[in-house]
């Protein structure tokens, strides 16, 4: 039998001319469920098919239905290059730090080999022998699609080339597994020493450094014990930590820290975890550290791909798709400046981003009261999105086949007319939503710490789905211009939409802050075409599109007009870390053998 796989237009390299087109009338799990969603084809032979949606995660050959993971058993050894099945491939294994770090930005791999060798050195100093692997995970820059991660709406990050590495050794464990997580810096973050329960959960420090591996075990633990038992009792472990993605500083360094650890608690317990359950137990993982995360940075973290963006859908489920990076003459640049101003999630939460989660979810569920639409719960922060309900929406008008935009356009009228008050009470919600207060809080304050006794509905998702739109707009002239240069225009026009976000968090969603405000204005008056804040905000990272020639020029006017204006005192290496230029690097990965050998 000869095997090919098709979809998305790529082939595996067979020749997908000689087969015949699949046939559109099998019948396919993705209408039946009325998901939206691509579908993919596997063609066995010229006559039978494999129909794919990798939304839904179903497989159809004939009447027999997989899963996609047991799928992608079943076609080990084959090179499949569509990013559905490349989804339920294991997190790659590597035996040299080229692979993860050259070309990543020009010169750095040098610097992050002696970086590497000083983690080896370092643990082996403290434990008396080398690890027997490092599981590494990047930070991220989101280009466009803040604060809708949440709300199921489609983002468009990458990952960076700073990153986390969690060096381990392996112990056997006698009647109770311990933990001894050390950090190359030990002045700043002091070695923690941990038992596993035999039940229940790991016991988290108050805002503790170690609590970002303990998210990762504790996370990975639940998988295991789902898999393997109750009983089950994970491996002890030596571990050395060593990350260079500045904490606080919007680069998602939480993520990656938390990503990481899971895939070196899996790693250290036998599981070749698939970036798929990677990412779905890493989702969870986070939310133990206090917020209601999206999805978004650990998607980030641990699909990109060397030179590429990465188009993240959360609804239904998950997928993600690479994107070239546009290509221009002069050629572009993303450059990203930290505002030095630290917002730690984790301490913030309660008055930004979980009231922000709230307010969103508020939105989706007024909406829903007032078309009269009962929403199942969603894989969001508190089960019901914005999108689930815009989904619900499309089918109550018949309009389910309309264009992304054009279902967004709907609603963004819409928010405009339902949601008229400038702010809404939780008696006001509890009202429209015919349940006591008492019942409103249950359900969507009690999760996790939120402060906050109005919120400003119409504005929060107004923000959502404005900039739900500008993503599809951004995708789209990506997309449709792959493998050609960009022209001013629609530079001009990505720099735009990168803008008009900006505004938004500013205004709209009021997730900016001054500073972030000061960059923006001194890097486009300096020649960047778009400028905004990149992931929580309130302060941490901007980002910037900028033509290469341009890069200079952007670089010192920020340094003379904003880091010596509020930071005269900065040390040189804060300098050195304020601006960096970083190509889209590579995902998590497994770093083993002779890599070890620095
Ligand atoms: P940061 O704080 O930059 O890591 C956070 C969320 C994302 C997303 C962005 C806003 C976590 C781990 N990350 O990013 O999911 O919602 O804010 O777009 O909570």
């Known amino acids: 039998m000869r095997w090919a796989a098709r979809g998305n237009g790529k082939t595996n390299g067979v020749n997908n001319d000689e087969l015949p087109e699949p046939k559109p009338q099998i019948s ?58 490349r989804m339920a491939k294991g997190v790659p294994k590597v035996t040299s730090l080229d692979e993860i770090y050259s070309n990543a930005t020009d010169g750095a791999l040098p610097e992050q080999k002696s970086r590497f060798r000083h983690l080896i050195d370092s643990f ?30 489609n983002v468009l990050p990458t990952a960076v080339l700073n990153d986390v590495l969690v060096a381990v050794k392996v112990k056997e464990s006698s009647s109770e597994s311990t933990m001894k997580v050390a950090n190359t810096n030990d002045t700043k973050y002091p070695t923690a020493e941990f038992h596993v329960p035999q039940e229940g959960e790991v016991h988290m420090g108050e805002h503790d450094w170690s609590n970002y591996f303990k998210a990762g075990l504790r996370g990975s633990i639940h998988v295991l014990r789902k898999e393997r038992g109750d009983n089950f009792q994970p491996k002890s472990m030596d571990v050395m930590i060593d990350g260079n993605v500045p904490a606080g500083g919007g680069l998602s360094s939480s993520a990656a820290f938390v990503c990481a650890s899971a895939l070196a608690v899996m790693a250290a317990n036998g599981h070749e975890v698939s970036k798929q359950d990677l990412l779905d137990l890493c989702i969870v993982s986070e939310r133990s550290v206090g917020v209601y995360s999206g999805g978004m940075d650990q998607a980030a973290s641990i699909f990109s791909e060397r030179g590429y963006l990465l188009y993240c859908r959360f609804f239904p489920e998950f997928s993600a798709e690479h994107v070239p990076v546009p290509a221009a003459d002069p050629e572009i640049t993303f450059l990203i400046a930290q505002s030095f101003v630290t917002s730690d999630k984790a301490v913030t939460a309660a008055r930004h981003y979980n009231l922000r989660v709230v307010e969103v979810t508020l939105a989706a569920v007024t909406l829903a009261k007032f078309f009269d639409i009962t929403l199942d719960p969603d894989s969001s922060s508190l089960g019901f999105s914005i999108r689930n309900f815009q989904e619900e929406l499309m089918k109550k008008l018949g309009k389910g086949d309309l264009a992304e935009d054009k279902q967004l356009d709907i609603m963004i009228n819409l928010i405009k007319e339902k949601l ?34 109005t919120f400003k509905l119409q504005q929060r998702a107004l923000h959502v789905v404005e900039e739900a739109r500008r993503v599809v707009a951004f995708k789209d002239t ?23 976000t900006q505004d938004s968090c500013r205004d709209v969603y009021e997730c900016s802050c ?21 992931g929580a905000g309130w302060g941490g990272c901007t980002v910037h599109l900028v033509p290469q020639n341009k890069v200079e020029g952007v670089t010192q006017a920020l340094k003379k007009e904003y880091y010596n204006k509020n930071f005269p005192d900065l040390s040189a290496d804060k300098m050195e870390d304020a601006i960096v230029i970083s190509k889209p690097g590579q995902g998590s990965s497994l770093i083993t053998g002779e890599a070890l050998n620095v």
């Open 28 to 85: 396919c799990p993705c209408k039946q469920n009325k998901l939206s969603g691509r579908c993919y084809w596997l063609i066995l032979t010229p006559t039978s098919y494999l129909r794919c949606n990798p939304a839904t995660k179903w497989i159809m050959v004939a009447s027999f239905p997989l899963q996609v993971h047991e799928f992608c058993e079943t076609l080990k050894g084959l090179e499949i290059v569509d990013d559905s099945i």
């Open 124 to 153: 082996n100093k403290a434990n008396g022998s080398k690890p027997d692997f490092v599981a590494r995970s990047p930070g991220r820059v989101n280009i466009i699609g803040e604060h809708i991660d949440y709300s199921l709406y």
């Open 420 to 453: 008229t008050q400038p702010s809404y009470s939780r008696a006001n919600v509890a009202r429209i939503l015919e349940i006591e207060v008492s019942a409103l809080e249950k359900a969507y304050f009690s999760k996790f710490d939120v402060e906050g006794d």
């Open 478 to 500: 990506l997309s449709s211009n792959a493998g050609k240069k960009l022209n001013q225009d629609q530079l001009s026009y990505l720099g735009d939409l990168m803008n008009k």
């Open 514 to 534: 001054p500073e972030i405000d000061d960059i923006c204005a001194i890097a486009r008056k300096n020649g960047a075409i778009g400028s905004r804040l990149t």
